[in-house]
C-alpha cells in the first residue's frame, strides 16, 4: 500500500490535522480487515516507521505479523522539514535522505515474506524490517 499523505504522521502541521483524522477514520479499519502488511506513506521528509499498529493501537514491533507498519515520509534528495515530533506509535525517526527496498519472496506453499531495508545517502541500511504473511 502506497499512499501521498500520512495517516500517521511525524509532525504536527495543524492544516493537515483534519486530513489525517478523517483519512484514519476511512482507511485504517479498512487495513484492519486485510492482510496489508506495511504501508509506505509521505509527506514529511523525515524517515519513520511505526509499530505494528491493529485497532488504533500497538500490537507488536515493526516485524510483528499481526497489524500494519507504517513506513515513509522520504526526503526524496530535498531538503528536510526538520525533526518530527515523537507519538505513542513511532518506532524509529530519523532526519535524512533515505530510499526503501523491498524484497518480496516466497518462503513456503503460500507463504510470502516481505522485507524492507532503509538505506542512508551513503549507502548504509540504518532500518530494517521484515513481515512473514500466509
Not at 533515505?98 to 516481505?114: D, W, Y
Amino acid at each position: 500500500m502506497c499512499i501521498r499523505d500520512s495517516f500517521h504522521t511525524v509532525s504536527e502541521h495543524s492544516e493537515m490535522r483534519p486530513f489525517t483524522d478523517l483519512a484514519r477514520e476511512i482507511y485504517l479499519p479498512l487495513f484492519d480487515k486485510v492482510p496489508v502488511s506495511y504501508s509506505f506513506e509521505h509527506h514529511y521528509h523525515v524517515f519513520k516507521a511505526t509499530k505494528s499498529l491493529l485497532a488504533n493501537a500497538v500490537v507488536g514491533d515493526s516485524n510483528s505479523t499481526k497489524g500494519v507498519t507504517y513506513l515513509g515520509d522520504g526526503a526524496w534528495g530535498i531538503d528536510h522539514n526538520g525533526q518530527g515530533v515523537d507519538h505513542w506509535y513511532d518506532e524509529m525517526q530519523r532526519n535524512f535522505k533515505h530510499v526503501f527496498i523491498g524484497t518480496l519472496q516466497r518462503v513456503s506453499s503460500g507463504a510470502v515474506q516481505l522485507d524492507v531495508q532503509a538505506i542512508d545517502e551513503k549507502g548504509n541500511v540504518f532500518f530494517q524490517t521484515s513481515k512473514t504473511k500466509q
